[in-house]
């Protein structure tokens, strides 16, 4: 599909609404909204969506120089982001984890790209640690997203979109995402992209800038768990947006290679993860089919 731009309407300083879903965490939220007191841009406030069953945040939040607001919510991530939607009004629209950190320059240099491209509609960074280091599946070439590129490119913490986008695209997909009720614990924003890129939004993927987040370390089942639960998400997706057999087979075939590829460096724990991955799509495919069934 040829992407397009949505009509907005741009500004000449584009404002930001931060959306921040958080629970069971303290510190991390606070360290998220001291690197946001530091940014050299001004134009944004914070939409913090607390889904703690008790005033722990409250200490975390009191006293900043920020704009923020406070909204409740009960748990999942997709349904806790739902819940602030309507509130949303500024030019852009942010979704950073709770557990991330923004660099002083980032929204400076994501409002420029936006100001110097009015035909972008949203923008997509990938995650780096503090030291810079970044998972070996993000891209290292700007591109423009697509359908068949979607997969490694995106992760919520980095992602901006137009409001008029928002608006359009609607609400996220409560089937997805930690604390949802199906076994998908991932992917919401992929699906949200992807829905954006189907109503022929333009989002491009810059690795020039990031966002940074920790480095997620694991091992042993703590990294095949990893696999099937990330693997029936892209299951999921696959059943819903009624993708191809070529892009099936290729989502299949690509963790049996990497099962090949794995046990040839003499690596079980690699191994097991993409057998996990490839149990997962299979698994998450089938049972996207049951959801839509029962529905």
């Given at each position: 599909m040829t992407s397009r731009s949505l009509g907005?309407?741009?500004?000449?300083?584009?404002?930001?609404?931060?959306?921040?879903?958080?629970?069971?965490?303290?510190?991390?939220?606070?360290?998220?909204l001291d690197s946001l007191e530091e940014q050299t841009y001004g134009s944004f406030r914070v939409l913090v969506v607390d889904q703690n069953p008790d005033a722990?945040?409250?200490p975390a939040l009191a006293g900043r120089g920020l704009e923020v607001v406070r909204v409740t919510s009960d748990a999942g991530l997709a349904r806790a982001r739902n819940a602030v939607l309507p509130l949303v009004s500024a030019d852009l629209v942010a979704f950073p984890d709770d557990d991330c950190a923004y660099a002083p320059t980032l929204l400076e240099r994501?409002?420029?790209?936006?100001?110097?491209?009015?035909?972008l509609d949203g923008l997509s960074l990938p995650m780096a640690d503090a030291e810079g280091r970044r998972d070996a599946g993000w891209g290292s070439e700007a591109t423009l997203l697509t359908t068949r590129n979607v997969w490694n490119l995106v992760a919520s913490?980095?992602?901006?979109l137009r409001r008029p986008l928002v608006e359009r695209i609607g609400r996220f997909d409560e089937q997805l995402g930690a604390g949802g009720p199906g076994p998908w614990r991932s992917s919401e924003e992929t699906d949200y992209v992807i829905r954006a890129l189907a109503a022929g939004a333009r989002v491009a993927y810059d690795p020039a800038l990031s966002v940074e987040h920790a480095l997620?370390?694991?091992?042993?089942?703590?990294l095949a768990a990893r696999g099937r639960s990330e693997g029936a998400s892209v299951g999921y997706l696959l059943r819903k947006h009624r993708y191809p057999p070529g892009?099936?087979?290729r989502m299949l075939v690509r963790p049996v290679g990497g099962v090949v590829v794995s046990l040839a460096k003499?690596?079980?724990?690699?191994?097991?993860?993409?057998?996990?991955?490839?149990?997962?799509?299979?698994?998450?495919?089938?049972?996207?089919?049951r959801s839509k069934s029962s529905a």
């Open positions: 907005h309407v741009p500004t000449a300083s584009p404002t930001f609404d931060l959306v921040v879903a958080t629970l069971g965490r303290v510190e991390e939220p606070g360290r998220l722990r945040l409250e994501v409002a420029e790209r936006f100001e110097a491209e009015p035909g913490a980095g992602l901006f997620t370390v694991r091992s042993g089942q703590a892009t099936l087979g003499l690596d079980p724990d690699r191994a097991r993860f993409h057998a996990a991955t490839l149990a997962g799509r299979v698994r998450g495919y089938a049972g996207a089919s």
